[in-house]
């Protein structure tokens, strides 16, 4: 079993920034990917970045590509994201993603990211 546990979502205005942070705890050596997914009111939930535990690749959804950076520190066993520029579009609970599989992951809680225009 892996938990997650996000931090960092706020209200912030047009144009600013947020750090997301995810603490992972458990079997995490089992984790491949750790990623970034949100969901905003009436949508469903979308890919927002990935990256390998290695940090050696990373993915990004198109509509954030240029503005969000995931990064992570295996010491901590914690992957972060950092938001800048925001727009009032990336309002939305954003969840913490741990793949172990194709078809095994786990997902924390989420944290509110609102941004106001």
């Known amino acids: 079993q892996i938990q997650l546990v996000e931090s960092g979502g706020g209200l912030v205005q047009a144009g600013g920034s947020l750090r997301l942070s995810c603490a992972a705890s458990?079997?995490?050596?089992?984790?491949?990917?750790m990623g970034w997914y949100r969901q905003a009111p009436g949508k469903e939930r979308e890919f927002v970045a990935r990256?390998?535990?290695?940090?050696?690749?990373?993915d990004y959804a198109d509509s954030v590509k240029g503005r969000f950076t995931i990064s992570t520190d295996n010491a901590k066993n914690a992957v972060y994201l950092q938001m800048n520029n925001l727009e009032s579009e990336d309002t939305a609970m954003y969840y913490c993603?741990?793949?172990?599989?194709?078809?095994?992951?786990?997902w924390g809680k989420g944290t509110q990211v609102t941004v106001s225009s």
């Open positions: 993603n741990a793949q172990i599989s194709a078809t095994v992951s786990s």
């Open positions: 458990g079997r995490t050596v089992a984790i491949n990917y």
């Open positions: 990256i390998l535990k290695n940090g050696r690749r990373a």
